[in-house]
């Protein structure tokens, strides 16, 4: 089946404890993204990928790292997590190059607790 | 950079009434426009999108309409049913050749309720 899969679903954690949230897609597309989704603010764009190797900031990249090191993967981690990174966060991955032009896919999200 | 705006926030309509949601974008070199469905505890999954070379597109009860000119493009819903009661984004982005060509700028979101 052709998905985009993020781990964990659920995490909370405490602040300044390093993690990684892990995105995986099958469908060999070229471009991937993380959003967070905060309420009211619909989604905004944190990080995204055209292809591997090639990352480029998005509209609130503060307090993120991601790296795309293979065509399939695209993890989200946060060095020094706060309190203000409490959000759903969702990958998302689309077939063109571009990501301009085609839909996104989304994994089922994660939902991310900062105490 | 792109700011996209939709309106209303929230729309409460009668079933088998229309909806219709609006959004504008600032940047001239948008040039996709899809739309979101986003169900309660779920993922957005698309459900119509437009691209800068065509003014309206339908998908049986959905369709969507662009204006280039004014920037705006808005989500038109049929004969609406209860199960089309989430919340709906829109988004705006641009092609290859662009300058930010992987960026892509949502809306706040619709929460539409179809009441039975």
């Known amino acids: 089946e052709a998905q985009v899969t993020q781990n964990p679903r659920y995490l909370i954690t405490v602040t300044g404890k390093k993690l990684t949230v892990t995105c995986s897609q099958n469908m060999n597309h070229e471009y991937m993204s993380w959003y967070r989704q905060d309420p009211g603010l619909g989604l905004r764009q944190i990080y995204y990928?055209?292809?591997?190797?090639?990352?480029d900031k998005g509209d609130v990249p503060e307090g993120y790292k991601v790296s795309r090191k293979e065509k399939r993967n695209f993890p989200l981690i946060l060095e020094s997590p706060s309190p203000n990174q409490t959000s759903l966060y969702f990958c998302?991955?689309?077939?063109?190059?571009?990501?301009?032009?085609?839909?996104?896919?989304f994994g089922n999200g994660t939902r991310l607790t900062v105490t | 950079g792109e700011n996209v705006e939709q309106h209303p926030s929230t729309l409460s309509v009668q079933e088998g009434d229309s909806a219709v949601i609006k959004c504008t974008y600032s940047d001239s070199a948008s040039n996709y426009f899809p739309w979101y469905k986003q169900e309660l505890g779920k993922r957005p999954q698309l459900i119509i999108d437009i691209r800068s070379n065509v003014g309206e597109k339908k998908d049986q009860r959905i369709a969507v309409t662009l204006n280039k000119t004014a920037k705006h493009f808005s989500l038109h819903i049929t004969e609406t049913q209860p199960e089309d009661s989430a919340v709906y984004f829109c988004a705006a982005s641009k092609g290859l050749y662009n300058t930010n060509a992987g960026k892509s700028t949502f809306g706040d979101g619709t929460t539409l309720t179809v009441k039975p």
């Open positions: 990928s055209m292809n591997v190797e090639v990352t």
């Open positions: 998302a991955s689309s077939p063109a190059g571009t990501g301009a032009g085609t839909p996104l896919h």
